[in-house]
Structures are given as C-alpha cells and as structure tokens.
C-alpha cells in the first residue's frame, strides 16, 4: 500500500510583510495546487482515491445510506455524512440496542418501568447526514464506538453545532444540537414550505417542496398558476404576458409539458426566477423532471420572490396538467402546519434539539434566521450566543447574523457585523474571546469577548480562489486558511476536479490587527484528475493545546498537519478509504480522529505511529 507521504508543502520563507502581493501568492498557491509540489524529503505521489493509511489505522465505519436510505437507486443517495461535534455528559447508561436501562455492569434494571437510571459521564459525537439529521455515536470507548440514536431532521447539510446550556432556575445541564438549514423552512419534516392549492375544491392540497436558496421569504404570496413552460427566459412568459402580472409562474425543470423544443439546463436556477420576477410574478414554482428530487442545494442569488421545487407527486403533476388545460387554479405559495415550533422570520435557519439524553432526544423548535439563511453554524463556547455563516455567492456587503439564546427557549436574531462577501465558516478561539471568519475573498479576525457586539480587529485579503475556513491555532499566535476549490475542485462541472485542489496557508496573527503571510503551505502529495469525486481542503481543526491540525480533504480522505514551524507543515497521518470523500476530520480525546465523510458516513481511525499522537 503506497505510503502518502510525510512532507508535502510548498513553503516560503519567513518574512514580515504588512502587504500580500494577492497576484503572487495566488499563484504559488495555484502551482501548489496544480503539481502537488512537496518539499525535499517528500515520498512518492499517490493518486487520487489511492487507498492507503499513514501512521493511522481504521477502527469504525458507520454508513447512514444503509441505516436510512432516502433513494431507490444508491447512486441517488443524499450525502451519507457532513460535519462531526462532540460533547461530554451525564447520561443514564443504556443497551443502545435495545434501549433498556442497565446497571454499571451493562446488566438490565429490574423493573424497566419504575427503575431509576443509573448516571454516568460519557463521551459523544454527532455527524450530520443530509437528509437524514445528527447521528449520535457513544465513543466514551473509542476503540469500540456505538450508534446510539438517529436526530431525524430531513434537510440537506444538516451542519452540526452543539452547546451545553445551564436552566437558570433549576440549575440543571441542557445539551443543544443546532442543525444548519439553507433555505425554507428548518427540519421540514415537522412543517415545511410549499404551496397551498385553494382552489378549484378537487385539487386543493397542500403540494411540499424545497426552497431555492436566496429567494424571497414565503409570506402567503397568492394568486393564479400561469404555466410558462420551463421558464429559461423572456420568451417563455411572452405568450402569458396578460396574465403572469401579481400571479404565480409555474414550470417544468427541464422540458416544457407542451413544446418540446422548449428545453432548459438544470443548473439555470438564477436565470428562471429572474425571469419570472421580471415578467411580474409574485412567486416562482417549478415541477422536477421524472424520477427527479426537489434540488436543495439551488440558489437564486438574491431574488425578491420566493422559489419552490415542488416533490413530483401525481397530485402535483394532476395540478400542472390542469393549469395547461385551462383550470383555473389559485394557490397560495405557504408553510405547511407545523407539529414543532416555528420561530423567526425569512428563509432558513436551524432545527434544535434536546439531546441532553442522546438516546430520548426531543425537538425543541425550529429557528428561521433569515438573512440569506444557515450554511454553517456555531455557538459561541462560552456565552449563549451561535454565529451564523450564511455562505452567500456572491455576498457583496453581506452581515454575520447573530443568534441570542439568554432565552434559550425563546433565541432571538440579531443583526451582526458588515462584511465583503458571504461569510462561509466561522471559528472560535477555545476561549471565545476571537472569531474567525471567511468571507469569499478575505479573511477577518474579530474580537467576541462581548459575542453580542463583535469588534473586526484585522481583514485579510484571500490568496486564491474562494475563501472558506479559518482554522485558528489554539494559541492565537497562527491561523491556518483553506480555499474551495470551486473550479479546479469539481464543484461547478462533475468530473472535471483535479487533485490536490488548493490547500492550506498559514498567518502569523501575533499581531491580530495585521496578520503576515502567507507564510507556507500545504497540500497532499496527491495529483491528478479525480474524477466523480471533488478534491480540495474543506473542515477540520486544531487539537486543543497543540499545533495539530486535521482535516477532511475529499476524495484525499483524512490529513494531519504538523504547523509547528508555519513555514514548512509536515503531514504527520492520513487516511484514505475505500470510496473516501471526506468532508471533515476532527479530533476529540486520545490518539483518535473522527470523520465526516459524504459516502462512507462516519469514520473512526487510530494513531499507530511511533510514540503518543502528536496531538494528545
């Protein structure tokens, strides 16, 4: 099995510079990311999707696809794992089989009905699964993970954050789950956005969907359903210019249902809602093509109506082939009755949950947070506020929305800071008092002693493509940046990603207002095309108290990145698996690490190499 390699970094030499020369350093960072260029010492090139295991071994693999499958063809399947959080608590022990109580010695209670739990303090993590929810894993036992219970909330990203809250009055400990929402309503299992078919009597029925990302709040905009065949531009409303005025434009995605030369991209969703606000529609709903599933990851870049993808039922195909015939069929585009709480205003937001008890979670409520909605999200590690990454593309004057939970069962959004760009991800110092942000083409330190009211203390200019983490080193003396590779990745056309993508540079920020750098940086020594599978840096983070970083790398798998000395990062472990598309990689306790992974779902790998893991 080919070894990945212990050095793989493109470096500078340590300088200070108060200005980065972006052209320069973006091409460093290009070339980097093109050749796979390692430093002296550096072993062979390994190529994309290669199995192999540096200095870790695999322990556990838990695929959400097979435990919840959301597809009759597997290649369908939602993506199995996203982000991975942990928390500690005490818990009632529990046969997470079977769920029965059981004593010290994993014996059942006698008399399951009356007994009293037997607490104990327990180690957890919780991955994401889109589509599917929080997967609680116990790993006070890491060697020996078990599944405990599946947080269902049906919404893509399902981003993970986690809090432990203090009840004021009775002084007991809550643990929060936060699960990030794009667009429409949160976890809309319990309620979700759609439209309200009110009339003619025989057709009326409440038609689900998925809201298109940075498209107008759902505010019961109502009138009559106009078809306008796929509604890819100007000329398709034509025809319908008397009557699309105050009323709601209704499409097909692909093909028209009545000219077949009418035909139109799927990717082309900022075109047809334009199109349709600008002929004078008041909303916007279209009807996947056969077999399809409402797109979730669609986004309008800012539109003033709202745009749904309607579920292809047969009562929302019997309502489209009615409105072609000439009904006359009114609708409301609405919210469907809710069974959870529904919070907030605007599109997106975050489903929360009780999990204080992980294996009889509860729903709390859901929080729509608006303002371009929840692409990732954080709570602050001491105080009882979250800040939200709404990744807006692109964001222009853009904000970080600030959710207050002082009310923990009543949170209220606040209006954050400005920022250049859509805020991607958000990161914490370990004690709280600095936020880090990414914000499409910079990076931005801010100080959150007062998380209310965030002061920017220094704005970074990006080098490279799309600005999409800050990874601060727990000392506060270094933060590690990542780029997505949109283009070169594979994001934007499949299979057309290379290997490694762009990687990871490094900031001297002992001076927070002027951080200097690009000192060095890393990527794998992993090269070439990567096929169905996106290859680029994407979540990770340092080991408390270290110089560790870890991170998910996509179709490279899991990495380990020693940034002791900024200049020259050494790869200390990695892991690619069979299939591996990883999207995150963090540590907890002791010599492990915890993936995220988008196929496999969640993985658990072990330290092997000489002496304790550099990061315990």
Request: hydrophobic content about 35%; charged content about 20%; glycine content about 12%.
């Amino acid at each position: 099995m080919l070894n990945l390699g212990r050095v793989e970094a493109t470096t500078m030499s340590m300088r200070s510079r108060k200005q980065i020369t972006a052209t320069a350093g973006a091409a460093a960072l290009v070339l980097a990311s093109l050749t796979g260029a390692a430093a002296a010492g550096a072993q062979s090139q390994a190529a994309p999707g290669e199995e192999a295991l540096f200095n870790l071994e695999h322990v556990y693999n838990f695929n959400p696809r097979e435990h919840d499958p959301r597809a009759e063809d597997p290649a369908d399947e939602p993506y199995a794992g996203s982000d991975v959080e942990f928390f500690t608590h005490r818990v009632p022990l529990r046969d997470y089989d079977t769920g029965k109580l059981v004593n010290r010695a994993g014996e059942p209670l006698p008399n399951q009905a009356q007994a009293k739990p037997v607490m104990a303090k327990r180690d957890f993590a919780v991955m994401g699964s889109y589509q599917r929810g929080g997967y609680v894993f116990d790993i006070t036992d890491p060697a020996n993970p078990e599944f405990v219970s599946q947080v269902t909330c049906r919404q893509d990203r399902n981003d993970v954050g986690i809090k432990k809250f203090t009840d004021p009055d009775t002084g007991k400990k809550r643990v929060v789950l936060a699960l990030s929402q794009q667009s429409g309503n949160p976890c809309p299992n319990y309620g979700g956005v759609g439209l309200n078919i009110d009339a003619p009597a025989e057709l009326s029925a409440f038609l689900d969907g998925v809201q298109w990302g940075a498209s107008g709040d759902v505010a019961d905009q109502s009138g009559e359903l106009v078809y306008a065949g796929t509604g890819c531009s100007a000329a398709s409303y034509a025809p319908v210019a008397d009557r699309i005025q105050g009323n709601i434009a209704l499409v097909d995605a692909s093909q028209s249902a009545t000219n077949p030369a009418d035909t139109c991209p799927t990717y082309t969703f900022f075109q047809k809602v334009r199109t349709a606000q600008e002929a004078g529609a008041v909303g916007f709903i279209q009807v996947p093509a056969p077999e399809a599933q409402p797109n979730g990851n669609a986004t309008t870049f800012a539109t003033d109506i709202p745009a749904i993808e309607l579920f292809r039922t047969e009562h929302a195909v019997d309502v489209r082939d009615a409105v072609i015939d000439g009904t006359a069929v009114n609708a409301t585009v609405s919210t469907a009755p809710s069974q959870v709480p529904l919070r907030g205003e605007g599109s997106g937001g975050i489903g929360v949950f009780d999990i204080s008890d992980p294996y009889q979670w509860s729903p709390m409520y859901r929080l729509r947070t608006g303002l371009g909605g929840v692409h990732n999200f954080i709570f602050h590690p001491n105080e009882p506020y979250g800040y939200v990454g709404n990744g807006a593309l692109p964001g222009g004057i853009d904000e970080i929305p600030i959710v207050d939970f002082t009310e923990l069962d009543d949170p209220k959004v606040l209006r954050g800071p400005d920022t250049e760009g859509g805020v991607h991800d958000i990161e914490f110092s370990p004690d709280g008092t600095r936020a880090y942000a990414a914000s499409e083409n910079n990076y931005r330190i801010y100080d959150s002693s007062q998380p209310w009211r965030p002061e920017l203390l220094s704005r970074t200019p990006n080098v490279g493509s799309y600005a999409h983490g800050v990874f601060p080193r727990p000392d506060k003396k270094l933060m590690v940046t990542n780029n997505e590779s949109l283009v070169i990745g594979g994001f934007l056309v499949d299979g057309t990603g290379v290997c490694p993508g762009e990687g990871l540079a490094s900031y001297d920020t002992t001076d927070e207002s002027s951080p200097e750098g690009p000192l060095g940086y890393y990527v794998p020594d992993v090269t070439g095309p990567s096929g169905d599978r996106p290859c680029t840096s994407h979540f990770g983070r340092f080991a408390p108290g270290t110089k560790i970083l870890s991170m998910g790398w996509y179709i490279a798998g899991t990495r380990i990145v020693d940034w002791s000395d900024p200049a020259n990062p050494i790869e200390v472990a990695g892991a690619v698996m069979p299939d591996a598309n990883t999207w995150a990689a963090k540590f907890h306790k002791g010599p492990y690490v915890y993936a995220g992974d988008i196929g496999r779902g969640f993985d658990v790998f072990r330290w092997t190499g000489d002496g304790p893991a550099p990061w315990e």
